[in-house]
T-cell receptor, first 115, second 114 residues
Framework: DAGVIQSPRHEVTEMGQEVTLRCKPISGHDYLFWYRQTMMRGLELLIYFNNNVPIDDSGMPEDRFSAKMPNASFSTLKIQPSEPRDSAVYFC?????????????FGPGTRLTVL | QKEVEQNSGPLSVPEGAIASLNCTYSDRVSQSFFWYRQYSGKSPELIMSIYSNGDKEDGRFTAQLNKASQYVSLLIRDSQPSDSATYLCAVNAGGSGNTGKLIFGQGTTLQVKP
């Protein structure tokens, strides 16, 4: 079975440009998570969805960040306008909540560089 | 603020030794605990899950959970250079309902020297 798929794998853009990151969760999973990882701050949860509905977006740093999940197999994280401090690796993860289990599986990540 | 604490390391062990990685958490109602391995430049990979007090073994890996002490650990027996990575402890955010949210520690870097 395919794991979580993310695109692009690398993105280099200039400050002020719009950036869109994409994620396809594991088929059948009902939770989708967006994380950001930097050396300074570690792995941070930005937002997560349950059955395509945003549940908690308290980790989204600013209004420049937005995320959508139009259907069970696709989600986007958009940054507009981008800034150099947004440079990080962005991971998408998905899980299937079964009783008390919360195993999350991560995609390969998108390495974003904002110049 | 619910937290998960890990020693950042690096933890250095010789090849063949036992590596012991530790994690404490603050949320008493947490029920699910995980260890992820992350190689440099790669994504976190789930290697162990534990839900009940005691030990859970999988090959060279043993996860240990003590809910009373709010402590979870990972033992790696016969450590190999290929085990060199950052190990992330994760705990489900408890409270009411089944949130699906995990709280991650900052990770412990393990170096296994040949």
């Amino acid at each position: 079975d395919a794991g979580v798929i993310q695109s692009p794998r690398h993105e280099v853009t200039e400050m002020g440009q719009e950036v869109t990151l994409r994620c396809k969760p594991i088929s059948g999973h009902d939770y989708l998570f967006w994380y950001r990882q930097t050396m300074m701050r570690g792995l941070e949860l930005l937002i997560y969805f349950n059955n395509n509905v945003p549940i908690d977006d308290s980790g989204m740093p600013e209004d420049r960040f937005s995320a959508k999940m139009p259907n069970a197999s696709f989600s986007t994280l958009k940054i507009q306008p981008s800034e150099p401090r947004d440079s990080a690796v962005y991971f998408c993860a998905s899980s299937l909540i079964d009783s008390a289990r919360h195993e999350q599986f991560f995609g390969p990540g998108t390495r974003l560089t904002v110049l | 603020q619910k937290e998960v604490e890990q020693n950042s390391g690096p933890l250095s062990v010789p090849e063949g030794a036992i590596a012991s990685l530790n994690c404490t958490y603050s949320d008493r109602v947490s029920q699910s605990f995980f260890w992820y391995r992350q190689y440099s430049g790669k994504s976190p990979e789930l290697i162990m899950s534990i839900y009940s007090n005691g030990d859970k073994e999988d090959g060279r890996f043993t996860a240990q959970l003590n809910k009373a002490s709010q402590y979870v650990s990972l033992l790696i027996r016969d450590s190999q250079p290929s085990d060199s990575a950052t190990y992330l402890c994760a705990v489900n955010a408890g409270g009411s309902g089944n949130t699906g949210k995990l709280i991650f520690g900052q990770g412990t870097t393990l170096q296994v020297k040949p």
